[in-house]
Structure formats: structure tokens, C-alpha cells
């Protein structure tokens, strides 16, 4: 019954967001956070604006756009470009390309004929931004289109990169994952119909394996040569986020709220925590830095746990939280929903609190 009502409630909001911008009032659309950092900032993804928050005192610099505009609404977490552009997409179906030290913007995409849930991929070959209209759009880093790669079904994760094959893998609400040349948007290869949504990112091991979540309530491992299933392995509930590899473990949350830890070679579960032991729905993608695994609950909570899976600590945060923890040198950040403080800082150690960034502060 939980599971049923965390569902219908990130649906609502997505849905609500659309159904408002078809009816002229764009502002009215609700989600959660988008977030990322870099050395000395943050960038807040929220509601009418963009905030660019600094690391040391939890001050903002700039916010984007400097008025609020409620035909502007940003959730998506902002992506760092290779010549440090800071791009994001809205709700209004606009991808924006920001001045990162001031907030200015750039310039502005606005073929895409739905909004963009997913952070965009920017990288050297360019920016690659999949949008719900079922389409990824690849970019040039002034923002001309190069092309885009149709896919059968809303495109709610940011896709990957693969060094070793020279393409980007693409999950989709279609159940498929798909290879795609980054040159031209040809298709390299078509993974079966893997039984469920996929709206999350997915992993990828250095032997050529690709790790995804579905709604199908499993873990799936692909060989990246074909797309062929190597394993699947059960979940209790709906996989939202993707998993996360690290030291040869995928960790991964459900929507039931468990936490796994899985051999990446056969599937099999070498430890799980409980609801019983947690607190809520995991959305977020686990945070691993050096031996310990973090990650965020639907509830309000942060997890620091170890690679046994003893719970090291847990810090209430408060408000709801489905985004994932963010590394930030040596803080925590994270981003709850429905709280009065949108941004709060932890200690790696212990998940103290060091600042929390709230509006008109």
C-alpha cells in the first residue's frame, strides 16, 4: 500500500506539470529537486529558478531566471558542460545553456515538444538531452542540433557514455535500452523488451556489462556487445533510480523501501536491508565514496551505511526526500522536498549539519 501511494504521488507530480503547462500556467508544476556541484558550488534545480549556491557558507551567488517567470519551471539537475556551460532543461520544454560563474544565459533549445525530466549528458562530443517526447536531442556545445534518436517511450534518465565502444546507452519508459552512435544517432543495438519501465541511469562495469532497474520489480545486467541479458535478479519493489557500481557491488534501493547489495557477476544478493530497519522509499541513486554507501529516503532520512550493510548513522533531514545524496569535496548535500530548507549540507563524517540554504536567507 505504501509503494502504491509514494507511486501515484511522484506520477501526480510529473502529471500535474504537464497538465498545468498545457493550460498556460506552467509555474503551478510541482517535482523534486535537480542538483549537482562542482569545487565551490552548488546548483539548485528548483521550482522558478536556478541557484547557484556557494559550498562554504550556503550563500547564494545568482539564481536563473533573475525574476521569477512563472512560465519557467526547472526540476531536472543541472549538468556541467566540458567548457563549463551549466545546462538545464524546464518544464517549459526549453533546454537553457548558463553562464555558470553569473547565471547569465547563453543560449536557448526549444524544439523539444515536452519537458525534460532527465539531466542532460554534456561531454566533449557535445550535449545530449533526452526529453519526454520520447526523443534524445544530441547538441553542439553552442547549441545547434546535430540530431535526435526516437524512442518508443518518455525518456526520464540521463544517459551514458562508453569510452570502449564510442557510444551512449539510453533507457526509456519503452522497456528498451538502446546503444546509439554519438556521431550520428545510429542505432548500434536494441535490448529485448525487458518488462518494465526504466527511468533510471544505468551503471557500467569496466568488463563491458551494463547494470539497469525497472518497474518490472528486478536488477538487469546486459552485455553492452549486442544488449543480450547476461542475469536478472529480483526486487521486492519498483527500481526507480539506477544502481550504483562500486569495489565490484551494485547497490540499489526499491520503492518498497529495501536496500540491496548485489554481486554484479551472477545477480545474487550478498546482503539487503528491510523496511523494518529503514525508514521509507528509496528513489535516489546510492552515493558511494571510499567504504561507505549513502543514500536518501522518501521519509526524510540520510543513511550512511557500511559494506557489510550496518547502518553507520542516519541523519533526519526532514521534508521528503526522492533525489540523490550529491558529493561536494567534503560535504553532503542533499535536497528534500516539501521542507522549508531546499539545500542542506552534511558532514561526510558523522552527517552533521554544516548550513542549509533556505529562500530569502
Not at 555558470?100 to 532527465?118: C, L, P
Not at 541511469?201 to 528486478?218: C, D, I, M, Q, R
Not at 544502481?243 to 520503492?255: F, H, I, N, R
Request: aromatic share 10%.
Amino acid at each position: 500500500m505504501k509503494l502504491k501511494r509514494l507511486v501515484i504521488s511522484i506520477f501526480i507530480l510529473l502529471t500535474a506539470s504537464l497538465l498545468s503547462a498545457c493550460a498556460g500556467g506552467a509555474g503551478l508544476a510541482t517535482s523534486w529537486p535537480g542538483l549537482s556541484a562542482d569545487e565551490d558550488t552548488a546548483y539548485l534545480a528548483f521550482n522558478n529558478h536556478v541557484y547557484a549556491i556557494t559550498l562554504d557558507t550556503g550563500i547564494e551567488k545568482w539564481r536563473f531566471p533573475a525574476e521569477s517567470n512563472n512560465r519557467i519551471t526547472l526540476y531536472a539537475d543541472p549538468a556541467m558542460s566540458p567548457d563549463q556551460q551549466l545546462i538545464v532543461g524546464g518544464y517549459n520544454n526549453v533546454l537553457y545553456s548558463l553562464n555558470s560563474e553569473t547565471g547569465q544565459m547563453n543560449w536557448e533549445f526549444g524544439e523539444a515538444g515536452n519537458k525534460y525530466i532527465a539531466s542532460p549528458l554534456a561531454v566533449d562530443q557535445g550535449i545530449f538531452a533526452p526529453n519526454a517526447d520520447n526523443n534524445l536531442y544530441a547538441l553542439e556545445l553552442n547549441g545547434n542540433l546535430r540530431w535526435k534518436f526516437n524512442t518508443q517511450g518518455e525518456i526520464w534518465a540521463q544517459p551514458i557514455t562508453d569510452p570502449a565502444c564510442e557510444c551512449i546507452y539510453l533507457t526509456s519508459m519503452d522497456h528498451y535500452v538502446y546503444a546509439v552512435d554519438p556521431t550520428d544517432g545510429s542505432l548500434r543495438w536494441q535490448s529485448q523488451e525487458l518488462g518494465g519501465a526504466i527511468v533510471g541511469s544505468p551503471a557500467l562495469s569496466e568488463e563491458g556489462v551494463l547494470y539497469v532497474g525497472t518497474f518490472g520489480k528486478e536488477i538487469i545486467a546486459l552485455d553492452t556487445q549486442d544488449g543480450s541479458v547476461i542475469w536478472r535478479s529480483p526486487t521486492t519493489g519498483w527500481v526507480w533510480s539506477g544502481p550504483t557500481l562500486a569495489e565490484d557491488v551494485l547497490y540499489v534501493g526499491d520503492l518498497d523501501g529495501n536496500f540491496y547489495a548485489i554481486d554484479p557477476a551472477d545477480g545474487q544478493a550478498l546482503w539487503n536491508l528491510t523496511p523494518d530497519q529503514l525508514d521509507g522509499s528509496i528513489a535516489g541513486s546510492p552515493l558511494v565514496v571510499a567504504d561507505t554507501i549513502y543514500f536518501t529516503s522518501e521519509s526524510g532520512s540520510l543513511y550512511a551505511v557500511d559494506p557489510t550493510g550496518s547502518i553507520l548513522w542516519s541523519q533526519a533531514i526532514g521534508g521528503r526526500m526522492l533525489a540523490a545524496p550529491v558529493l561536494a569535496g567534503d560535504l553532503l548535500l542533499v535536497a528534500p522536498n516539501q521542507a522549508d530548507q531546499l539545500l542542506v549540507a552534511v558532514n561526510l563524517e558523522g552527517g552533521s549539519r554544516r548550513w542549509a540554504f533556505t529562500l530569502g536567507e
